[in-house]
């Protein structure tokens, strides 16, 4: 039987940081409401015009055949996580905002899975950001 697990976005600590025009981070706090711990492998913002900079691993990679671990979000517990986006303006600010988080993350089995954190929880966040990166 398949393990379910769930990742949410606290509605709290959340903060964009405009590095330059085009450039974000996104300092995020994540809640893993599962049983067991997760390793976050990837984080994207599935918007048109918005690619994921690749963070340098939180631990490390053992004989560098697996996938790096950006942060283990324990069971209960909030996890900060930055995500380093590059956007490409204004392609990234026409239509409708993104209004979730696709994440890759390894069980405590090393099962991949690949599973959304809503943004809705922090209504218009994600739009204002990438409109104020792109001024």
């Given at each position: 039987?398949?393990?379910?697990?769930?990742?949410?976005?606290?509605?709290?600590?959340?903060?964009?940081?405009?590095?330059?025009?085009?450039?974000?981070?996104l300092d995020l706090q994540l809640v893993n409401e599962?049983?067991?711990?997760?390793?976050?492998?990837?984080?994207?913002?599935?918007?048109?015009?918005?690619?994921?900079?690749?963070?340098?691993?939180?631990?490390?990679?053992?004989?560098?055949?697996?996938?790096?671990?950006?942060?283990?979000?324990?069971?209960?517990?909030?996890?900060?996580?930055?995500?380093?986006?590059?956007?490409?303006?204004?392609?990234?600010?026409?239509?409708?905002?993104?209004?979730?988080?696709?994440?890759?993350?390894?069980?405590?089995q090393a099962g991949l899975r690949t599973t959304e954190?809503?943004?809705?929880?922090?209504?218009?966040?994600?739009?204002?950001?990438?409109?104020?990166?792109?001024?």
């Amino acid at each position: 039987m398949p393990r379910v697990h769930q990742v949410r976005i606290s509605t709290t600590g959340q903060q964009a940081k405009v590095l330059a025009r085009g450039s974000v981070d996104l300092d995020l706090q994540l809640v893993n409401e599962g049983s067991f711990p997760l390793g976050l492998l990837r984080m994207t913002m599935p918007q048109a015009g918005v690619r994921t900079v690749p963070s340098a691993p939180a631990e490390p990679v053992l004989g560098g055949t697996a996938d790096p671990v950006i942060a283990t979000l324990r069971p209960e517990q909030l996890t900060s996580v930055t995500l380093h986006l590059a956007l490409t303006c204004p392609t990234s600010t026409e239509g409708v905002a993104a209004d979730h988080l696709q994440l890759t993350v390894r069980d405590d089995q090393a099962g991949l899975r690949t599973t959304e954190v809503d943004l809705r929880a922090l209504p218009g966040f994600w739009d204002q950001v990438r409109h104020a990166a792109c001024r």
